[in-house]
């Protein structure tokens, strides 16, 4: 694990994905606290990138920002298979308010060149969330939760994709067919791609709710 700092100091938003580029093969976790005029809210939210063509979640209608292609952009698929179990894994063991995955073309989650969501975990304006966001063991637990999200991403991740059926019915007859078979793959950032990722990580979910 590598962190953006160690101490109380701010780094510009542009910098932390900067940082987070430097990690190949890793997955970028931005952990924030909410806050809001409403003393009485309360709840977990996790973004990440909204793909292009897709407002953000605080906007209703779409604008020429929404159709620019972003680094972000070429992990849609991780990006929501990342969120979703990470997500899960936060709203199962800290009994808060679910407020869902949510879309947003925040600076983090867009200029990354890795997987990467955003996790609001907590009110700091107001009860219940402030008392537990004040006290280190909400705060371990938190990072508890990211870290069993985060492996239950990667077991999706590895599981092999399914041979469509088409393929799985097709007599292959000699060796060069077999090796072409062997190469199938849905297309990076493809709608089979997207299906499978979040197909994936819906089963890890289930599963553990059978564990639990």
Known sequence: MRCTRLADVLIPLEKRAAFANRH????FISVHFNK???RGASGLETYCLA???VPSMDEENLSYSDYVQHPGHKH???NIALATTVHAALVRNLGLIDRGVKRARFVVVRNTTIPAILIEGGFMSGTPDARLVATPEYRQRIAECI???VNRYKASRHQPDPIPETFRRRRCHGSHQRSQLGKIAPVVGSTVEIDSSVARAQEALESSVKEN
Do not use: C, E, F, K
């Open 24 to 27: 190949a093969n890793a997955v």
């Open 36 to 38: 809001s005029s409403n």
């Open 51 to 53: 793909p292009r063509g």
């Open 76 to 78: 849609d698929p991780a």
């Open 147 to 149: 870290l069993d999200g």
